[in-house]
């Protein structure tokens, strides 16, 4: 007798499709059966012409807890992800105050958030810096690193250009003492790459212009942060992984030139790995032209090009993750009316259509195998985060985790219904097809019909890699 029975749907990995029933039995998979075999459970999902996923990982969230919910918590955050099919997130450090930088932080954070998730979580620990201390004041974090290893974070984060006092830019050299001092444990490092000189210098100059209309301020923002940046502190974190062999993660790549360089490394045998967003693979700049505020991110958005040539680097395997880089805020941050670009909060309100946005995109527009979505949002990042053997794949004696999703379903943002806290968004009014029906972590329904199941907040278990 199992205690659960997903049947009648496709089963979807990242080399196949093909129909079996899932069955499950404490919170695993326990079998999977030929299509109409008779078995019996307590509970029976017909998945009847709809695809199933073995769990979707968001491997970059900023959920801002504790100290800034008032953009996002781990409740808000979570059951918008349990609606879009995530059935794990990977939480940033940083967007929280306190950052997560020792293991203190990491005992109060946890506090607050296993109370309140709806689906499994990691974590990401921070790496801050000294880049523009006094040399005679320790501000980094290096002694805490191996502590919030032994915590079981998934990986750790640092920024390469100015981020704020709560989360200060790490120099090389923090990155390459960070790399020698986690590679003993194969801790992964994960870098926001944007040098920072370029940065502070461009961003100085582009702001000091008078005169400017609302759109000529715009292409002042994106020309700060072109690709010379990203390029340029992509190179450094690499050299660094040279020197150390230490193993390191590029965020967020949104253009094809540093994809390349990612590209390049992997060649050479360097333990480098990437990923990009939704937001880099289906937006261009003329979008940020259009939406202004609520589409700033940095990086920013690239011409139609880099998005087009993009799509190589994640078909090739370079960029072997898909996350969302949902970093929420309050909406009157993204007011588009009142501030202008320099003003707007930088980062995408992104987590509630995160499955349906990629889905759309690989399947209805580009006609790609839905294959692919299982293998750069689950197997792969379950891989690289460490959390293959429990999450990841359809293996038995894995968590019983499942998104039903049915391809054909229309979807439409709305933004005023969205289950984050903050409501504004550059995606509201987008239309696509393919959306979850229903989320299912380790044998239990959290979301279903667009709806979270408001039973399960507090279910999510925080997930620990197996380096
Ligand atoms: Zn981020």
């Not at 006092?165 to 003993?184: I, Q, S």
């Not at 806290?421 to 550059?426: F, R």
Request: hydrophobic content about 40%; some cysteine; glycine content about 8%.
């Amino acid at each position: 007798m199992y205690d659960l029975i997903i049947k009648n749907g496709k089963l979807v990995t990242p080399d196949r499709v093909y129909e079996a029933d899932i069955a499950v039995k404490d919170g695993k998979y326990a079998a999977f059966l030929a299509p109409g075999t008779e078995a019996e459970a307590t509970e029976v999902i017909d998945a009847e012409g709809n695809l199933v996923y073995p769990g979707i990982i968001d491997c970059h969230a900023h959920l801002n807890e504790p100290g800034f919910d008032y953009r996002e918590d781990f409740e808000t955050g979570s059951r918008a992800a349990a609606v879009a099919g995530c059935t794990t997130l990977i939480d940033m450090p940083l967007n929280n105050d306190p950052s997560l930088m020792n293991k203190e932080i990491f005992d109060l954070k946890m506090s607050k958030i296993t109370k309140h998730s709806y689906i499994d979580f990691g974590l990401w620990g921070g790496i801050v810096g000294d880049f523009d201390d006094d040399p005679d004041s320790v501000h980094n974090n290096l002694a805490d690193l191996e502590d919030l290893e032994k915590a079981g974070v998934a990986a750790f984060k640092g920024f390469t250009c100015p981020n704020g006092p709560l989360f200060p830019t790490v120099n090389m050299g923090n990155v390459r003492e960070a790399l020698e001092l986690l590679k003993p444990y194969k801790a992964l490092c994960g870098f926001h790459c944007e040098e920072y000189g370029q940065v502070l210098e461009r961003e100085k100059k582009a702001k000091a212009m008078t005169g400017l209309s609302r759109q000529e301020k715009i292409r002042a923002f994106l020309d700060s942060h072109d690709v010379w940046t990203e390029y340029v502190a992509t190179k450094n974190v690499i050299d660094m992984a040279r020197a150390t062999g230490g193993r390191v993660h590029i965020c967020h790549v949104s253009h094809p030139m540093v994809a390349q360089v990612v590209k390049e490394a992997q060649y050479e045998g360097l333990p480098i790995t990437a990923e990009t967003c939704p937001h880099y693979l289906g937006f261009s700049e003329d979008f940020v032209f259009e939406k202004g505020g609520p589409a700033k991110c940095t990086p920013p958005l690239r011409t139609k090009e880099d998005v087009e040539k993009l799509w190589d680097y994640v078909l090739d395997g370079t960029l072997s993750c898909v996350g969302s880089d949902h970093s929420p805020a309050a909406d009157e941050e993204k007011d588009n009316e009142s501030r202008d670009i320099w003003q707007a909060w930088g980062g995408l309100n992104a987590i509630q259509f995160f499955l349906p946005m990629m889905f759309d995109m690989v399947v209805h527009q580009k006609k790609l195998c839905p294959s692919l979505i299982a293998k750069v949002m689950d197997y792969n990042p379950a891989k690289v985060f460490g959390f293959y053997g429990q999450k990841g794949a359809f293996e038995i004696g894995f968590d019983a985790d499942a998104v039903i999703l049915d391809p054909e379903k229309p979807w439409k943002v709305e933004q005023e219904k969205l289950f984050t806290k903050g409501h504004v968004t550059c995606f509201d009014g987008l239309e696509g097809k393919g959306a979850p029906t229903c989320t299912v972590i380790r044998g239990r329904v959290v979301a279903k019909d667009g709806m979270y199941v408001e039973e399960a907040k507090g279910f999510g278990k925080y997930v620990t890699p197996v380096r």
